[in-house]
């Protein structure tokens, strides 16, 4: 015996099984008709109140109509309710089957079958089922699918009124919260008006202490510059008092050779001033009579000045190594790391330079003022102004008691610290003076201009002694030999200058940037010579053999300046991508110095474990060794 019962005559047999989901056909039998809406229809809300709920009301129709329609054709699907009889026997075997009544089965269809053989009953006159046997057992197949979507339909509730519930705690959790940030906040603010009315209360006190402050450093920066101006008098009279009892020109020439170059007296009293003349006119006499060839150069040049410096002369070439030697300790390994950032300048800085005696440094800036402060805390001690263009270069006197400043203005002009003003403007350049340096003795400065030419000004003549002509180009910077009467200038006709300051007359000249040269600078020993050109390139130079033993080419960016460490083992170089490159010359090897990004103008080691930078932005770097 099988599950099911299949019967051969039988005109149909129609399994009971009901399928596990239901589909949907798209074609109903179902008679009524059914308004079709189309999707182009324009539900425009009228403008009055009573318009709109009747425009509302006809859509929520509507809705409810298509939800009906959905309902009808559930109902009425075809594979869902069959049109198709079903034979009454194999009704009753399927119906036993089901149930599990297998010994009633086997007996029905025994008795069925003998009857039927025995001719006593035919299949089609048992007859066929109703429909609504059929049709009671579909909804209830329907009923119990029904019932477990129910069920799961609470169950997804159940779970988002769970979820709803704990959403609005949240919600309220984080609203209490907002309230508590809000009164926080408004507690602060009225905080904040508190502690701003407090500070406004204190800031004109504040204000005063600041400026008795600054006038406190600059007070005692003046005492330290007047005492070492009077050490200096000091020690002028005590020179003069033996040159008048020598009473010897000879004794004063080989003085002045010995480089011990008389300070220029701002204040001159009456004894001073008897004796200066005393001396002029002895110097005058003596030299009227002995018909020395310098003078007969000079002569032979122009009128001589009374009041023109004589130009040391140059020691045996040991002089400079030695105070070198003196002066210099060995560079302990590690590298720079930046220690400070100081705003110093409102416009970009252009020039920097170093207090020989003091932790004092200057600089110039593209805003005209040039300005003192105190190294490394940043106080600013003393500005000047009276420029009226860029300011180009700065440098002290060796006294450390005056400064020299040249301009885009044309002029170079020499400023008194004791008295922050000009003392004197030195006028002669036709176009913007580029650099400027002071000679180891304090009487003389050197100039650079874009004119093409150079400048040797005496101090105490206030006038120009010599001009250096042969330069094709504009001469960008200029710098004296220590302890020497020979100056370097370099230029953007691709070449470097050497100059002899007491006859005006070039020395050599060293060839071999492809660039514009924008700087060059001597070592302390004065043996070798660093330049850097417009392309980037450095290049080291031996003032022995006159050749150049080193090229670095740290471009494609321009290099703006370089310096030279005080032990002569490490070169900066100013770069205009915006960092500080430094050469080791030990190791040849080539480290950069990343600061805040912007041009670095000029640089400058400051004592044996710092370096400075200044750059387009206004603010100086310092620049700290580490080990």
Same mark, same amino acid.
């Given at each position: 015996?099988?599950?099911?019962?299949?019967?051969?005559?039988?005109?149909?047999?129609?399994?009971?099984?009901?399928?596990?989901?239901?589909?949907?056909?798209?074609?109903?039998?179902?008679?009524?008709?059914?308004?079709?809406?189309?999707?182009?229809?324009?539900?425009?809300?009228?403008?009055?109140?009573?318009?709109?709920?009747?425009?509302?009301?006809?859509?929520?129709?509507?809705?409810?109509?298509?939800?009906?329609?959905?309902?009808?054709?559930?109902?009425?699907?075809?594979?869902?309710?069959?049109?198709?009889?079903?034979?009454?026997?194999?009704?009753?075997?399927?119906?036993?089957?089901?149930?599990?009544?297998?010994?009633?089965?086997?007996?029905?269809?025994?008795?069925?079958?003998?009857?039927?053989?025995?001719?006593?009953?035919?299949?089609?006159?048992?007859?066929?089922?109703?429909?609504?046997?059929?049709?009671?057992?579909?909804?209830?197949?329907?009923?119990?699918?029904?019932?477990?979507?129910?069920?799961?339909?609470?169950?997804?509730?159940?779970?988002?009124?769970?979820?709803?519930?704990?959403?609005?705690?949240?919600?309220?959790?984080?609203?209490?919260?907002?309230?508590?940030?809000?009164?926080?906040?408004?507690?602060?603010?009225?905080?904040?008006?508190?502690?701003?009315?407090?500070?406004?209360?204190?800031?004109?006190?504040?204000?005063?202490?600041?400026?008795?402050?600054?006038?406190?450093?600059t007070q005692k920066m003046l005492t330290s510059l007047e005492r070492d101006k009077a050490m200096g008098q000091v020690t002028g009279l005590q020179a003069a008092l033996r040159s008048l009892e020598s009473g010897y020109a000879k004794q004063i020439s080989a003085t002045k050779e010995g480089c011990e170059c008389t300070k220029k007296k701002e204040f001159e009293g009456p004894t001073q001033k008897a004796l200066r003349e005393t001396r002029q006119k002895k110097f005058l006499v003596v030299a009227s009579s002995s018909g020395d060839p310098d003078e007969e150069g000079e002569k032979k040049m122009g009128r001589r000045d009374l009041k023109d410096s004589e130009f040391p002369v140059d020691p045996e070439g040991t002089l400079s190594f030695q105070h070198a030697k003196e002066h210099t300790q060995p560079l302990k390994p590690g590298h720079y790391q930046l220690s400070s950032i100081l705003k110093v300048h409102d416009l970009a800085v252009s020039c920097l330079?170093?207090?020989?005696?003091?932790?004092?440094?200057?600089?110039?800036?593209?805003?005209?003022?040039?300005?003192?402060?105190?190294?490394?805390?940043?106080?600013?001690?003393?500005?000047?102004?009276?420029?009226?263009?860029?300011?180009?270069?700065?440098?002290?006197?060796?006294?450390?008691?005056?400064?020299?400043?040249?301009?885009?203005?044309?002029?170079?002009?020499?400023?008194?610290?004791?008295?922050?003003?000009?003392?004197?403007?030195?006028?002669?350049?036709?176009?913007?003076?580029?650099?400027?340096?002071?000679?180891?003795?304090?009487?003389?400065?050197?100039?650079?201009?874009?004119?093409?030419?150079?400048?040797?000004?005496?101090?105490?003549?206030?006038?120009?002694?010599?001009?250096?002509?042969?330069?094709?180009?504009?001469?960008?910077?200029?710098?004296?030999?220590?302890?020497?009467?020979?100056?370097?200038?370099?230029?953007?006709?691709?070449?470097?200058?050497?100059?002899?300051? =007491?006859?005006?007359?070039?020395?050599?000249?060293?060839?071999?940037?492809?660039?514009?040269?924008?700087?060059?600078?001597?070592?302390?020993?004065?043996?070798?010579?660093?330049?850097?050109?417009?392309?980037?390139?450095?290049?080291?130079?031996?003032?022995?053999?006159?050749?150049?033993?080193?090229?670095?080419?740290?471009?494609?960016?321009?290099?703006?300046?370089?310096?030279?460490?005080?032990?002569?083992?490490?070169?900066?170089?100013?770069?205009?991508?915006?960092?500080?490159?430094?050469?080791?010359?030990?190791?040849?090897?080539?480290?950069?110095?990343?600061?805040?990004?912007?041009?670095?103008?000029?640089?400058?080691?400051?004592?044996?474990?710092?370096?400075?930078?200044?750059?387009?932005?206004? =603010?100086?770097?310092?620049?700290?060794?580490?080990?």
């Amino acid at each position: 015996m099988g599950h099911f019962w299949n019967s051969s005559h039988a005109p149909a047999v129609l399994d009971l099984t009901i399928p596990a989901e239901i589909t949907i056909t798209d074609d109903s039998k179902d008679d009524y008709q059914y308004e079709e809406v189309s999707a182009d229809d324009d539900f425009s809300l009228p403008e009055d109140d009573e318009d709109l709920s009747k425009a509302l009301q006809t859509i929520e129709e509507q809705a409810e109509d298509a939800k009906l329609m959905e309902f009808l054709l559930v109902l009425n699907s075809e594979k869902l309710i069959s049109d198709l009889p079903q034979a009454m026997d194999d009704f009753f075997c399927n119906f036993l089957v089901r149930l599990g009544m297998s010994r009633t089965l086997d007996c029905f269809q025994t008795e069925w079958y003998e009857l039927i053989e025995r001719g006593e009953l035919r299949a089609d006159e048992a007859g066929l089922v109703p429909d609504v046997y059929t049709r009671n057992e579909q909804l209830e197949t329907e009923n119990l699918s029904l019932k477990k979507d129910l069920e799961n339909y609470r169950q997804t509730v159940n779970k988002v009124e769970e979820a709803l519930l704990k959403m609005e705690k949240e919600r309220d959790f984080h609203r209490m919260h907002h309230k508590r940030v809000l009164q926080e906040k408004n507690r602060l603010a009225c905080d904040l008006k508190r502690l701003k009315a407090h500070y406004a209360s204190y800031e004109p006190m504040l204000k005063q202490m600041s400026e008795k402050y600054q006038n406190s450093l600059t007070q005692k920066m003046l005492t330290s510059l007047e005492r070492d101006k009077a050490m200096g008098q000091v020690t002028g009279l005590q020179a003069a008092l033996r040159s008048l009892e020598s009473g010897y020109a000879k004794q004063i020439s080989a003085t002045k050779e010995g480089c011990e170059c008389t300070k220029k007296k701002e204040f001159e009293g009456p004894t001073q001033k008897a004796l200066r003349e005393t001396r002029q006119k002895k110097f005058l006499v003596v030299a009227s009579s002995s018909g020395d060839p310098d003078e007969e150069g000079e002569k032979k040049m122009g009128r001589r000045d009374l009041k023109d410096s004589e130009f040391p002369v140059d020691p045996e070439g040991t002089l400079s190594f030695q105070h070198a030697k003196e002066h210099t300790q060995p560079l302990k390994p590690g590298h720079y790391q930046l220690s400070s950032i100081l705003k110093v300048h409102d416009l970009a800085v252009s020039c920097l330079a170093l207090h020989p005696r003091k932790n004092i440094v200057l600089t110039g800036g593209d805003d005209h003022l040039w300005k003192t402060w105190g190294f490394p805390d940043g106080n600013i001690l003393l500005t000047g102004e009276g420029h009226t263009d860029w300011l180009s270069g700065c440098c002290f006197r060796p006294s450390g008691t005056q400064l020299v400043t040249s301009s885009g203005d044309t002029t170079v002009r020499l400023w008194d610290l004791s008295r922050s003003g000009c003392i004197l403007t030195l006028r002669g350049h036709s176009r913007a003076v580029r650099g400027c340096s002071w000679h180891s003795c304090g009487d003389f400065v050197a100039s650079a201009s874009a004119d093409c030419t150079s400048k040797i000004w005496d101090v105490n003549s206030e006038r120009c002694r010599y001009t250096l002509r042969g330069h094709k180009d504009s001469v960008n910077s200029i710098e004296f030999l220590p302890l020497s009467s020979t100056v370097v200038t370099s230029s953007a006709d691709k070449t470097l200058s050497l100059w002899d300051v =007491r006859k005006g007359l070039r020395v050599y000249t060293f060839q071999g940037h492809v660039h514009s040269c924008n700087h060059a600078t001597f070592n302390r020993k004065g043996d070798s010579i660093a330049s850097c050109d417009s392309s980037g390139v450095l290049k080291i130079w031996d003032m022995r053999m006159l050749l150049p033993v080193l090229s670095i080419d740290a471009g494609p960016h321009p290099a703006n300046q370089v310096a030279f460490h005080r032990s002569g083992d490490l070169v900066a170089l100013a770069s205009s991508e915006g960092s500080v490159k430094v050469l080791s010359l030990a190791v040849g090897q080539l480290s950069i110095l990343r600061g805040p990004g912007v041009e670095v103008r000029c640089v400058r080691f400051h004592s044996q474990d710092s370096l400075l930078s200044a750059g387009a932005d206004g =603010r100086v770097c310092l620049w700290s060794w580490a080990q």
